[in-house]
């Protein structure tokens, strides 16, 4: 599936410095649109620090020489032998629930030092009796622990004071979609160093497309190809979830032809008319005219223009998708 490609593009610096900032304990907070690649980067750092990917030059000895850093080497050799563990924290639950889940995460890797408050139920299940940050840091404390928050911005005052007080004692890696002028976000932001994630750049993104096309459109004709691709990076915008998103459509859709397509960009791209001004006024001159002929004073004045105020609220509403036309501005 296109969806799930790991193929990796364009970010290796990015990704390399995510990578050390781990290795180092430097929490780290991704910044960019959604569909941007966030979690995407994140994923692969830690699959390369967990040593199941090699897909940049990233090895002990490249880091030693590269950052000048003879710990990187050392950090790097430990976690491949699986002394980091990494615990994904979704923001969208309660605090309870988080806790809970934390809890069970560390009961289970034989990390949770409070066992009187932990009962294992007979039906397998464990149950908390306590559940409070406290007992989390102190877990923690001396381990090597990655927490990952994707959407930071979702968090709660709460879970924001929890963060920072993790922060002496684990490494945080968190996500945004843009940063937030509150007071307490941006104390939060502070103990962050940032990377920020851009859109691809033209060539970029050509390599991404023509990649995901040989790679799952392989079959396709040379010219249907370049046509595929033209189209992707003119809709996609140097965003690679749009563009896998566009590439997956145009792999299920098979029957659509270039023919449609291109009769349909012929469309896009020419002048719309917009005839939304045209029958207000046709409907507000026939209500005028009408008044005028059975009178100001006459009662069915009012009757009528109450009628013809509400067929005109009516019709736009109801029916302008059928001859109402949205301009579009001159490219």
Do not use: C
Request: no cysteine; charged share 30%.
């Amino acid at each position: 599936m296109i969806l799930s490609d790991q193929k990796f593009f364009g970010r290796k610096q990015e990704l390399k410095k995510l990578v050390v900032n781990i290795l180092l304990g430097k929490h780290t907070l991704i910044i960019g649109k959604r569909g941007i690649g966030k979690t995407t980067l994140i994923e692969h750092a830690i699959s390369i620090i967990k040593g199941s990917t090699h897909r940049i030059d990233i090895s002990p000895t490249t880091l030693s020489e590269e950052f000048k850093d003879i710990r990187l080497a050392h950090k790097l050799k430990s976690a491949w032998k699986g002394e980091i563990k990494l615990i994904k924290v979704n923001l969208n639950k309660t605090k309870s629930t988080i806790f809970n889940e934390i809890i069970e995460f560390l009961y289970a890797e034989n990390d949770l030092v409070t066992d009187e408050l932990i009962r294992i139920n007979s039906d397998g299940t464990i149950s908390i009796q306590v559940k409070n940050a406290p007992i989390i840091i102190k877990s923690i404390t001396g381990k090597n622990y990655i927490f990952l928050f994707d959407d930071l911005d979702l968090a709660t005052g709460q879970m924001i004071e929890f963060i920072i007080d993790l922060m002496p004692h684990a490494t945080i890696i968190a996500t945004t979609s843009e940063l937030k002028h509150e007071k307490r976000f941006k104390h939060l932001y502070s103990f962050f160093e940032k990377i920020e994630l851009k859109e691809f750049d033209r060539e970029t993104t050509k390599q991404i497309a023509m990649y995901l096309i040989e790679t799952y459109l392989k079959d396709l004709d040379p010219k249907r190809k370049e046509f595929l691709r033209n189209e992707v990076l003119r809709i996609s915008k140097g965003n690679p979830a749009i563009l896998k998103s566009a590439l997956e459509q145009a792999r299920a859709q098979k029957h659509l032809k270039d023919e449609d397509i291109k009769t349909l960009r012929k469309l896009e791209d020419s002048e719309w008319i917009n005839l939304g001004p045209f029958f207000a006024l046709l409907l507000g001159s026939v209500t005028v005219i009408k008044i005028l002929q059975i009178g100001l004073e006459n009662r069915e004045t009012y009757i009528l223009l109450s009628i013809f105020s509400f067929l005109a609220y009516l019709t736009i509403r109801i029916f302008r998708y059928f001859f109402l036309f949205r301009p579009q501005r001159k490219k």
